[in-house]
């Protein structure tokens, strides 16, 4: 078995994983083969998991997800898998809970993959639950068919839609040429009518010695460059010692440097840390000057675990920017279950918006209510929360709200029972304030009790 935890900076264990997993533990069949992963909170609750069954030869034939009873999963499809005396995969369908075929996520129940006799796929075929042909959503396609050479390149590829006639529109059918290494250095591109693809009807590609496509160049079907709808047909990368990209410059059918539409730059320059996250991205005009048109430089900054913690842009000279969103940065934050929050500033570091992600249903939803709800009461007060107390001052600055009680006596009357009395207030308070406004976990909130001359009663932090 093999036990994977995670800690914060205290060394404590800490739910990081989507769902608010802890740790995952996996086992193991005597083939090595993985038969189960499961998901665990800090406190060692099972809370879910994925179980997988083998055949003989090592194939995997079943995948079921696990609830927090161990139990497979509502919502969840199992997966099952065939094999012919190959090992290739012939089959992979998808069932319920009652053991009948599904509809999966890309919108097919089963899909069965053919070979030759040299074990190359030739043609797959994606089938509705009630065995009808039907198109593979994510794909866009029903059938794909494949030809290959005695080198074993993949040369030809078409595709067919449900009614098993060749697919219409753009790309229907490529065409590829290799080299002696098998990488593709050019493919051609037909329509359902084997005319040219009007778009992009032919890709020319070439390699540094490392393996890595640095030269990239869209043609009409004869060799000629011509340009892409973002204005160049020849793009050049440069690679660093660990295959991420360094350098990405554009040039139009002419070889001359231009400008690609999509980034409005002519080269992109990337620095990266040890870990290959990106540290800064610089954008050049053709003249191969930073550019004047937009931000010209973005730069990101992580945690001690390589997590995203701030990125934000700046222009030519260096200086804080925003962009066309009227945004210069963004911070993002983690809670222990997983939650992403980001919240997004402007130069002058007024806060433009915020934004929460839940990995459970893997959205992004505005999650600044709390921050207008506030603003709201600003305009409100003196704000009167009963016949002693009074909310006075609302002050909002980044994620931090200080809220200011004021009550009607003096601090020197008060006795020690009676000033603990009022802090207990406060804190009741602002759980109440935390409540009503809806505000994050990420936000902080800040009471401060002063008496009636605003001399300082109690402070309390929620």
């Not at 193991?28 to 609750?45: F, L, P, R």
């Not at 945004?327 to 918006?353: L, Q």
């Amino acid at each position: 078995e093999i036990k994977v935890e995670f800690f914060d900076t205290e060394e404590q264990l800490a739910n990081i994983i989507s769902g608010g997993a802890a740790y995952w533990a996996a086992s193991y069949d005597d083939m090595g083969n993985q038969t189960e992963k499961i998901w665990y909170s800090k406190n060692n609750s099972f809370l879910n998991g994925i179980k997988y069954s083998y055949d003989e030869r090592g194939n995997q034939l079943e995948t079921i997800t696990l609830d927090k009873n161990k139990r497979p999963a509502q919502g969840y499809l199992i997966r099952r898998l065939k094999y012919d005396e190959n090992d290739n995969c012939t089959e992979k369908a998808f069932y319920d809970n009652n053991n009948k075929l599904d509809i999966a996520r890309d919108g097919y129940a089963k899909v069965t993959y053919t070979y030759d006799d040299k074990n190359n796929q030739i043609e797959e075929r994606y089938f509705d639950a009630n065995g009808y042909l039907v198109i593979n959503e994510k794909e866009g396609y029903a059938i794909r068919k494949d030809e290959f050479d005695s080198k074993g390149d993949n040369t030809k590829t078409s595709y067919f839609d449900a009614l098993e006639n060749p697919l219409k529109g753009e790309a229907a059918v490529r065409l590829r040429e290799f080299d002696a290494m098998g990488r593709v250095i050019r493919a051609i591109r037909f329509n359902d009518k084997g005319q040219l693809d009007n778009n992009f009807p032919e890709f020319i590609y070439a390699y540094d010695k490392y393996g890595n496509q640095n030269y990239f160049a869209l043609a009409d079907g004869f060799g000629n460059k011509i340009n892409t709808r973002d204005g160049y047909s020849i793009k050049r990368t440069e690679y660093d010692i660990r295959g991420n990209v360094i350098s990405e410059s554009y040039y139009d059918k002419d070889d001359k440097p231009c400008l690609n539409k999509e980034s409005d730059a002519h080269k992109i320059s990337t620095i990266y840390d040890k870990q290959s996250n990106v540290l800064e991205r610089r954008y050049y005009d053709a003249d191969e000057t930073l550019t004047k048109n937009g931000y010209a430089i973005e730069k990101n900054k992580y945690d001690e675990i390589g997590r995203l913690i701030e990125h934000a842009t700046y222009d030519y000279l260096d200086r804080p920017f925003n962009n066309k969103e009227g945004r210069h940065r963004y911070v993002r934050s983690y809670d222990e279950s997983g939650v992403i929050y980001e919240t997004y500033y402007a130069v002058n570091n007024t806060i433009i918006s915020e934004w929460k992600y839940d990995p459970n249903t893997d959205k992004w939803t505005r999650s600044d209510a709390w921050r207008r709800s506030l603003e709201n009461l600003k305009t409100k007060l003196p704000f009167k929360l009963d016949d002693h107390t009074q909310i006075t001052i609302i002050a909002l600055s980044g994620n931090t709200c200080t809220v200011t009680l004021r009550v009607n006596y003096s601090k020197y009357d008060l006795s020690g029972k009676q000033m603990q009395t009022l802090e207990d207030e406060g804190i009741s308070y602002a759980e109440n304030i935390r409540e009503t406004s809806d505000m994050p976990k990420n936000a902080t909130l800040v009471i401060l009790g002063v008496d009636n001359a605003a001399r300082d009663l109690y402070r309390i932090t929620k």
